[in-house]
């Protein structure tokens, strides 16, 4: 039976994503990494509701050389450890690569629906940006948008726009009817 799943951006959803000149970026190290106020019980209500959790993120840096896959992976440990995510899958490329993973492509999503038989079309992506979003939309996900403001491209088009992961999980549960509460 297919269950429906909340696909989450890690950098500026799960955690704080590193602001400079109002453009968001992933921390550079575990020592960086703060877990957004919050996101403990937002994920917990997700799980405990029947979602499979699936952090979906872009980490072009390894690609650009900036940031070791190493550090992300010790990261993406970090918050394991902290907080009950079904699977962590990345996107090492760069844009120039051209791949299927990298967001605003769906790939991740549908790499993830695969392994826990997901029934994408009562799923959740929620992310902080518009390559969030729009793979979201791709995948035939619902979209939740957490706004910050950031200076970049804005999305066009999103189902629900929430203040936090907290305020997300809260639209999320009153919109889902495959909710076990």
């Avoid at 995510?85 to 999503?109: A, Q, V």
């Avoid at 948008?145 to 189902?159: A, H, N, R």
Wanted: proline share 6%; charged share 25%.
């Amino acid at each position: 039976m297919k269950q429906p799943a909340v696909f989450l951006d890690r950098d500026g959803v799960l955690n704080r994503a590193m602001v400079r000149e109002s453009k968001p970026y992933p921390p550079a190290s575990v020592a960086e990494v703060e877990i957004l106020p919050g996101v403990v019980e937002a994920v917990q209500v997700l799980k405990e509701a029947g979602f499979v959790l699936v952090v979906v993120s872009n980490q072009p840096d390894v690609a650009r050389g900036t940031t070791p896959k190493v550090t992300v992976e010790a990261i993406n440990t970090y918050l394991a450890e902290r907080l009950p995510i079904d699977r962590f899958i990345m996107c090492y490329h760069d844009d120039g690569d051209n791949c299927d993973c990298r967001k605003p492509r769906s790939g991740m999503l549908l790499a993830g629906s695969l392994d826990f038989d997901v029934d994408l079309v009562s799923s959740y992506m929620v992310g902080d940006r518009w390559r969030d979003i729009a793979a979201g939309i791709g995948a035939g996900c619902k979209t939740v948008f957490i706004d910050y403001g950031y200076d970049e491209k804005q999305p066009e088009f999103f189902d629900y726009r929430a203040n936090s992961l907290l305020e997300a999980a809260t639209i999320i549960l009153k919109g889902s009817k495959t909710c076990k509460r």
